[in-house]
C-alpha cells in the first residue's frame, strides 16, 4: 500500500531530471543514485585546483559491490528468520493444542523422554526440569505468545547452558504487539528520533578518542508491563508469529558508523522485511547529511538518524535487550576492531554482525605487525596467503570478543575484495558452541622465505561423544605440539608464526547458495554489481572443500526451511592455498598451466579449486610432499632446469635433492642408520651392517625386476611397498567443464582506484 507523497518527495520530484548540479532546499548538491537510493552531497571542494576533491561527507563508489552484497545477504538473512519465527510459532501452536500439558508429563506420553526437541535435524537441545520447564508451563497457562529473552538459556546435565536454537541459527524474540512497535519504531518519525549525545574531546572525530559519553533515550520508552497485558489478550491460533495479522514482526538494523546514510536508505527500501534502521555516525554535518538524504527519499518514519559514539550506542543496545538489533553493520574508515566487543552484545540471539575493515596494509602485511596484534589479537601472514590469512584473523578477533558473552560465531560469508574485507556473522548465543573455540584456532608455522610451505597447530581438539540417551556432546581436550619442526622439512629453511587465527571454515554454502538463488531475479538496472556478484560467490561456493556443495533446493524447499548451521566443532581441514608461480620461481623453472597442474593432482586423487584472495591460485586437499613431487616430476619429464641455477643454500636446492632418483641411496643411508642406532655392543656393528647392505640389495633387485615387468626398463629409484605417485600432466582432464563465464577476479575499474581520504566534514 503506497503512503501518501510528503512536501520532500514532491521537492525531489520537481528536480528532475536528477544529475549533478541538483538545487535542493536552496543549495547545489551532487546526486547519487545506487540501487533504490538516492543520497545527495555537497559538491566537493579541490584545493588549488590539484589532486582529488575533497568530501564533506565520506562516500566511495568503488564500495558499490559491498553495498549490493549487503543487501542481498541481509535479505536472505531476513527471510530465513522468517522461517524460523513461522516453525517457533507453529510448534507453540502444537503445544498448546496438546491441551495445556508440559514437561515430563507430555514427553512420557509422545515416548520422547529425554531426547531432545529437533526441528529440520538441527535443534539438538534436551528438554530437561527447570527453567525452561517453567517457561513453557506459563505459556501454556496464559495461551499467550508472550515475550521472550533472547539471551534466554536452560540448563541440562552437568549443568551446562545451552542456547535455545544452539544448532538451528537465530532464535529471535517474539515480542508483543507493543514492542514491536517501540523496537521497530513503528510510531516514530524523523522528528524525534533516539538520540545519542556525546561530547568529543579535540577535533579527531574517531570513536576511541572520545569522552563524557551520555545516552539518553528521548523517544520510544518501553512499557514491559503493558506489554505483557496486551500480549495476553492474543489468541494464538488466529496470529501470525504470535501477533494479529496487520503488525508487522519487527527486523531492526543499526548502521552504526553511517556517514552520508546510504546504506540505510538502500536497507530500508530494498527490503522488505525492515521495519526500522538506526542511521548512527559521530559526526554532527554527517547526521545532518543523513536527515537530509532521509527526507529526500521520503524514509522518516522507517530511518532514525542519531549522533553518538557506535560503541555507546550499542553498549545502549546491549544493556536493554529490546533495543538490540537483528542485524549491525560495521563500516567503518579503516579497522572495526575497537567495535567489535560492543557489537556482538548489541546483536539479537541469532542476529547477524556484519564487519568491514579497510586497513589491509595492517592485517596482511608484516609492516605493522605490533598493530595488527594489538587491534585484532594476531600475527599476519608473509607471502600471497596474507589476504587469507587476514580474514581469520578478523574472524577469531569477533569469536573471542563474543566468546566473552557466552557467544559463538559462525561465518556465512567471508570475503577479501579490493582493499577491504567483508564478513558476515551469524551471532548465537551458544555457551556450549563457545567450548569449541580453542578447537578452531590454530596458530601457523610459515616457510616465509623459503619454499613457501606452510603446516597448521590447532589449540586443542574437540571429540565427540554420546551420552547413554543417544545424545551427542563434545569433549575438549590439549593438542600436542609442536606440529612442525623449526626448519622446514621441504627446504631446510627457518619457519615463522603467524596467529592465532580463526581455523574453522569461512563459509555456509547453503547461505551462499540461497544467495546466488536470488540473482537472476534481480534488476541489474539496480543491482549493477550483478556479475561479479555471481563470479565471486561461485568462486566461493568452490571453495568449501570440507563438505559437498548443497544440491540445489527446489524455491518450495527454499520458502519454508532455513538453511542447516555447520557444525559447531567443524574445522577447516584444508585452509589457505599454494601459487604455482612461487614454486616456479622456488626451482627457477617454467610454471606448468592451471589445467596441467589440476590434471597432475585431479590423476592422484585429489580435489582443486581455486581462492577468491589470489587470482592464479590453487586450493587443494593434497599435502605439500605431493605438491613439491608434483614439481620435481615437471622438471624431469617436461622442462629440465639449467645446470647451476640452482646452489646449495637456495630453498630449491634442498627440495631437488628429494628427486626421485636419488630415493634409494637417501633411503639406504637412512636404513643404515637405523641399524647403527640398534647396535649396542662392538660385536654386534658388523653383523648389523652386513644384514642392512642385504636388505637394501634385495629392495634395489625387487625394483628392478619390477619395472621390467611393467615394459618400462626403469626402475626410478623407487622403494618397493612405497606408494608410486604416477604424475600425469593432463590437460584435458585438468581442463575446466564449459560452462558460464564468470567475473572471477576485479580489475582496476577506474583511475585512482582504491581508498580516498577521509572525509573533512565538521564534528
Same mark, same amino acid.
Given at each position: 500500500?503506497?503512503?501518501?507523497?510528503?512536501?520532500?518527495?514532491?521537492?525531489?520530484?520537481?528536480?528532475?531530471?536528477?544529475?549533478?548540479?541538483?538545487?535542493?532546499?536552496?543549495?547545489?548538491?551532487?546526486?547519487?543514485?545506487?540501487?533504490?537510493?538516492?543520497?545527495?552531497?555537497?559538491?566537493?571542494?579541490?584545493?588549488?585546483?590539484?589532486?582529488?576533491?575533497?568530501?564533506?561527507?565520506?562516500?566511495?563508489?568503488?564500495?558499490?559491490?559491498?553495498?549490493?552484497?549487503?543487501?542481498?545477504?541481509?535479505?536472505?538473512?531476513?527471510?530465513?528468520?522468517?522461517?524460523?519465527?513461522?516453525?517457533?510459532?507453529?510448534?507453540?501452536?502444537?503445544?498448546?493444542?496438546?491441551?495445556?500439558?508440559?514437561?515430563?508429563?507430555?514427553?512420557?506420553?509422545?515416548?520422547?523422554?529425554?531426547?531432545?526437541?529437533?526441528?529440520?535435524?538441527?535443534?539438538?537441545?534436551?528438554?530437561?526440569?527447570?527453567?525452561?520447564?517453567?517457561?513453557?508451563?506459563?505459556?501454556?497457562?496464559?495461551?499467550?505468545?508472550?515475550?521472550?529473552?533472547?539471551?534466554?538459556?536452560?540448563?541440562?546435565?552437568?549443568?551446562?547452558?545451552?542456547?535455545?536454537?544452539?544448532?538451528?541459527?537465530?532464535?529471535?524474540?517474539?515480542?508483543?504487539?507493543?514492542?514491536?512497535?517501540?523496537?521497530?519504531?513503528?510510531?516514530?518519525?524523523?522528528?524525534?528520533?533516539?538520540?545519542?549525545?556525546?561530547?568529543?574531546?579535540?577535533?579527531?572525530?574517531?570513536?576511541?578518542?572520545?569522552?563524557?559519553?551520555?545516552?539518553?533515550?528521548?523517544?520510544?520508552?518501553?512499557?514491559?508491563?503493558?506489554?505483557?497485558?496486551?500480549?495476553?489478550?492474543?489468541?494464538?491460533?488466529?496470529?501470525?508469529?504470535?501477533?494479529?495479522?496487520?503488525?508487522?514482526?519487527? %527486523? @531492526? +538494523?543499526?548502521?552504526?558508523?553511517? #556517514? =552520508?546514510?546510504?546504506?540505510?536508505?538502500?536497507? *530500508?527500501? &530494498?527490503?522488505?522485511?525492515?521495519?526500522?534502521?538506526?542511521?548512527?555516525?559521530?559526526?554532527?554535518?554527517?547526521?545532518?547529511?543523513?536527515?537530509?538524504?532521509?527526507?529526500?527519499?521520503?524514509?522518516?518514519?522507517?530511518?532514525?538518524?542519531?549522533?553518538?559514539?557506535?560503541?555507546?550506542?550499542?553498549?545502549?543496545?546491549?544493556?536493554?535487550?529490546?533495543?538490540?538489533?537483528?542485524?549491525?553493520?560495521?563500516?567503518?574508515?579503516?579497522?572495526?576492531?575497537?567495535?567489535?566487543?560492543?557489537?556482538?552484545?548489541?546483536?539479537?540471539?541469532?542476529?547477524?554482525?556484519?564487519?568491514?575493515?579497510?586497513?589491509?596494509?595492517?592485517?596482511?602485511?608484516?609492516?605493522?605487525?605490533?598493530?595488527?596484534?594489538?587491534?585484532?589479537?594476531?600475527?599476519?601472514?608473509?607471502?600471497?596467503?596474507?589476504?587469507?590469512?587476514? %580474514? @581469520? +584473523?578478523?574472524?577469531?578477533?569477533? #569469536? =573471542?570478543?563474543?566468546?566473552?558473552?557466552?557467544? *559463538?560465531? &559462525?561465518?556465512?560469508?567471508?570475503?577479501?575484495?579490493?582493499?577491504?574485507?567483508?564478513?558476515?556473522?551469524?551471532?548465537?548465543?551458544?555457551?556450549?558452541?563457545?567450548?569449541?573455540?580453542?578447537?578452531?584456532?590454530?596458530?601457523?608455522?610459515?616457510?616465509?622465505?623459503?619454499?613457501?610451505?606452510?603446516?597448521?597447530?590447532?589449540?586443542?581438539?574437540?571429540?565427540?561423544?554420546?551420552?547413554?540417551?543417544?545424545?551427542?556432546?563434545?569433549?575438549?581436550?590439549?593438542?600436542?605440539?609442536?606440529?612442525?619442526?623449526?626448519?622446514?622439512?621441504?627446504?631446510?629453511?627457518?619457519?615463522?608464526?603467524?596467529?592465532?587465527?580463526?581455523?574453522?571454515?569461512?563459509?555456509?554454502?547453503?547461505?551462499?547458495?540461497?544467495?546466488?538463488?536470488?540473482?537472476?531475479?534481480?534488476?541489474?538496472?539496480?543491482?549493477?554489481?550483478?556479475? @561479479? +556478484?555471481?563470479?565471486?560467490?561461485?568462486?566461493?561456493?568452490?571453495?568449501?572443500?570440507?563438505?559437498?556443495?548443497?544440491?540445489?533446493?527446489?524455491?518450495?524447499?527454499?520458502?519454508?526451511?532455513?538453511?542447516?548451521?555447520?557444525?559447531?566443532?567443524?574445522?577447516?581441514?584444508?585452509?589457505?592455498?599454494?601459487?604455482?608461480?612461487?614454486?616456479?620461481?622456488?626451482?627457477?623453472?617454467?610454471?606448468?598451466?592451471?589445467?596441467?597442474?589440476?590434471?597432475?593432482?585431479?590423476?592422484?586423487?585429489?580435489?582443486?579449486?581455486?581462492?577468491?584472495?589470489?587470482?592464479?591460485?590453487?586450493?587443494?586437499?593434497?599435502?605439500?610432499?605431493?605438491?613439491?613431487?608434483?614439481?620435481?616430476?615437471?622438471?624431469?619429464?617436461?622442462?629440465?632446469?639449467?645446470?647451476?641455477?640452482?646452489?646449495?643454500?637456495?630453498?630449491?636446492?634442498?627440495?631437488?635433492?628429494?628427486?626421485?632418483?636419488?630415493?634409494?641411496?637417501?633411503?639406504?643411508?637412512?636404513?643404515?642408520?637405523?641399524?647403527?642406532?640398534?647396535?649396542?655392543?662392538?660385536?654386534?656393528?658388523?653383523?648389523?651392517?652386513?644384514?642392512?647392505?642385504?636388505?637394501?640389495?634385495?629392495?634395489?633387485?625387487?625394483?628392478?625386476?619390477?619395472?621390467?615387468?611393467?615394459?618400462?626398463?626403469?626402475?626410478?629409484?623407487?622403494?618397493?611397498?612405497?606408494?608410486?605417485?604416477?604424475?600425469?600432466?593432463?590437460?584435458?582432464?585438468?581442463?575446466?567443464?564449459?560452462?558460464?563465464?564468470?567475473?572471477?577476479?576485479?580489475?582496476?575499474?577506474?583511475?585512482?582506484?582504491?581508498?580516498?581520504?577521509?572525509?573533512?566534514?565538521?564534528?
Amino acid at each position: 500500500m503506497s503512503s501518501p507523497k510528503n512536501t520532500d518527495s514532491a521537492q525531489r520530484e520537481a528536480d528532475e531530471p536528477l544529475a549533478s548540479g541538483v538545487t535542493y532546499n536552496g543549495k547545489t548538491y551532487n546526486r547519487v543514485r545506487e540501487g533504490l537510493a538516492d543520497i545527495l552531497n555537497l559538491q566537493p571542494t579541490q584545493a588549488g585546483g590539484k589532486g582529488p576533491a575533497k568530501q564533506s561527507v565520506f562516500y566511495n563508489p568503488i564500495q558499490q559491490f559491498n553495498r549490493d552484497l549487503s543487501v542481498l545477504a541481509i535479505r536472505v538473512f531476513a527471510e530465513d528468520l522468517a522461517i524460523i519465527r513461522r516453525q517457533r510459532h507453529e510448534r507453540r501452536l502444537q503445544n498448546l493444542a496438546k491441551g495445556g500439558k508440559n514437561g515430563k508429563k507430555r514427553r512420557q506420553e509422545e515416548g520422547i523422554e529425554g531426547k531432545a526437541t529437533a526441528a529440520n535435524g538441527n535443534d539438538n537441545v534436551e528438554d530437561s526440569d527447570g527453567l525452561q520447564k517453567n517457561k513453557r508451563k506459563r505459556e501454556d497457562e496464559n495461551h499467550s505468545a508472550e515475550t521472550e529473552d533472547p539471551r534466554a538459556t536452560k540448563k541440562v546435565k552437568g549443568s551446562e547452558e545451552v542456547d535455545k536454537e544452539s544448532q538451528h541459527g537465530p532464535s529471535a524474540a517474539i515480542e508483543s504487539p507493543q514492542q514491536y512497535q517501540n523496537n521497530g519504531n513503528i510510531a516514530q518519525d524523523d522528528a524525534n528520533p533516539v538520540r545519542v549525545d556525546v561530547q568529543p574531546s579535540g577535533d579527531s572525530n574517531e570513536a576511541t578518542n572520545l569522552t563524557n559519553v551520555e545516552v539518553e533515550q528521548v523517544q520510544g520508552d518501553h512499557h514491559p508491563q503493558e506489554a505483557r497485558k496486551d500480549t495476553t489478550a492474543l489468541d494464538p491460533s488466529k496470529t501470525t508469529n504470535g501477533l494479529p495479522p496487520d503488525v508487522t514482526p519487527p %527486523l @531492526r +538494523i543499526l548502521d552504526a558508523l553511517s #556517514a =552520508t546514510g546510504l546504506r540505510a536508505l538502500r536497507y *530500508a527500501k &530494498e527490503i522488505s522485511q525492515v521495519t526500522s534502521v538506526t542511521a548512527n555516525d559521530i559526526s554532527a554535518s554527517a547526521t545532518a547529511s543523513i536527515k537530509m538524504n532521509v527526507a529526500y527519499n521520503g524514509l522518516g518514519g522507517k530511518i532514525s538518524p542519531t549522533t553518538g559514539d557506535a560503541k555507546a550506542v550499542m553498549r545502549h543496545a546491549a544493556n536493554n535487550a529490546r533495543d538490540s538489533y537483528h542485524v549491525v553493520d560495521l563500516d567503518p574508515y579503516g579497522t572495526a576492531a575497537p567495535f567489535l566487543d560492543a557489537a556482538v552484545q548489541a546483536v539479537t540471539d541469532g542476529g547477524l554482525l556484519c564487519v568491514t575493515c579497510t586497513d589491509s596494509g595492517v592485517f596482511a602485511s608484516v609492516a605493522w605487525l605490533e598493530k595488527a596484534f594489538s587491534q585484532y589479537g594476531g600475527l599476519p601472514w608473509r607471502g600471497p596467503q596474507s589476504h587469507e590469512a587476514g %580474514l @581469520r +584473523i578478523i574472524l577469531n578477533a569477533i #569469536a =573471542t570478543s563474543a566468546a566473552r558473552y557466552g557467544c *559463538a560465531i &559462525e561465518p556465512l560469508l567471508s570475503l577479501n575484495i579490493d582493499f577491504y574485507v567483508r564478513l558476515f556473522v551469524r551471532i548465537k548465543r551458544a555457551p556450549v558452541e563457545v567450548k569449541c573455540l580453542a578447537n578452531k584456532t590454530m596458530i601457523v608455522y610459515n616457510c616465509d622465505q623459503g619454499c613457501g610451505a606452510f603446516s597448521t597447530q590447532y589449540l586443542a581438539h574437540t571429540r565427540e561423544k554420546e551420552a547413554k540417551n543417544g545424545d551427542k556432546f563434545h569433549t575438549q581436550s590439549l593438542a600436542q605440539g609442536p606440529s612442525a619442526t623449526p626448519e622446514c622439512e621441504h627446504c631446510g629453511f627457518k619457519t615463522h608464526l603467524a596467529g592465532p587465527m580463526w581455523g574453522g571454515p569461512l563459509h555456509n554454502p547453503h547461505f551462499i547458495s540461497r544467495v546466488l538463488d536470488l540473482l537472476p531475479s534481480l534488476d541489474s538496472k539496480v543491482y549493477g554489481t550483478i556479475p @561479479r +556478484i555471481e563470479g565471486m560467490l561461485t568462486l566461493v561456493l568452490n571453495e568449501t572443500l570440507f563438505q559437498e556443495a548443497p544440491t540445489p533446493a527446489s524455491s518450495e524447499s527454499a520458502s519454508t526451511e532455513p538453511f542447516p548451521s555447520l557444525d559447531p566443532a567443524l574445522r577447516d581441514p584444508h585452509p589457505f592455498f599454494f601459487n604455482p608461480s612461487m614454486l616456479s620461481r622456488t626451482l627457477r623453472c617454467s610454471r606448468p598451466s592451471d589445467a596441467q597442474w589440476r590434471g597432475a593432482l585431479i590423476g592422484l586423487g585429489y580435489r582443486t579449486t581455486r581462492s577468491h584472495t589470489e587470482a592464479g591460485s590453487i586450493r587443494t586437499d593434497a599435502p605439500w610432499t605431493v605438491i613439491w613431487e608434483i614439481m620435481r616430476e615437471w622438471i624431469r619429464q617436461k622442462h629440465p632446469i639449467k645446470e647451476g641455477a640452482v646452489t646449495k643454500g637456495m630453498a630449491g636446492w634442498e627440495i631437488l635433492q628429494k628427486d626421485r632418483s636419488r630415493r634409494t641411496i637417501l633411503d639406504a643411508k637412512q636404513e643404515l642408520r637405523d641399524a647403527i642406532d640398534k647396535v649396542e655392543s662392538a660385536e654386534g656393528l658388523r653383523e648389523s651392517v652386513e644384514a642392512a647392505l642385504y636388505r637394501i640389495s634385495k629392495k634395489a633387485e625387487s625394483a628392478s625386476d619390477t619395472a621390467m615387468s611393467n615394459g618400462t626398463g626403469e626402475q626410478d629409484g623407487v622403494v618397493p611397498g612405497q606408494k608410486e605417485l604416477r604424475v600425469v600432466f593432463d590437460e584435458k582432464l585438468g581442463k575446466e567443464a564449459a560452462g558460464k563465464k564468470l567475473v572471477r577476479y576485479q580489475i582496476n575499474p577506474r583511475a585512482e582506484w582504491g581508498p580516498i581520504s577521509r572525509a573533512k566534514g565538521g564534528q
